[in-house]
């Protein structure tokens, strides 16, 4: 299955690209290690974020975003899922199906 994710890293003061970096990589072990593929991986830098997110009884105002298309199967998605969700370094993220089991069923 083709996934699409959108993930906000947290901004520590000392290096502004760590946290997305990690979070990236982490992430993409995970679908390498079970047979996935990483279509496109893009680093969207760090922004403002539209308020004050509280998470972790810590408090941003800027977050690293990045952009992740991956093609895995349904477990390792909810696996991927689950450690953002419990991740401290994760201030948001959105995982969205974009396509089925075959090309064919993309270009319909």
């Given amino acids: 299955m083709l996934y699409e994710l959108v993930g906000i890293a947290r901004v520590p003061m000392v290096n502004h690209h760590q946290e997305a970096a990690s979070m990236a990589k982490s992430i993409g072990k995970m679908i390498l290690g079970n047979r ?23 408090s941003h105002i800027l977050g690293a975003h990045f952009y992740m298309k ?25 995982i969205v199906k974009l396509g089925g089991e075959n090309l064919s069923s993309l270009i319909d």
């Fill in 36 to 58: 996935g593929v990483i279509r496109d991986l893009d680093n969207w830098g760090v922004r403002y974020l539209p308020g004050i997110w509280n998470k972790n009884r810590e």
């Fill in 70 to 94: 991956f093609d895995c199967s349904p477990a390792v998605q909810r696996e991927i899922q689950r450690s953002l969700l419990t991740d401290p370094r994760m201030l948001r993220s959105t």
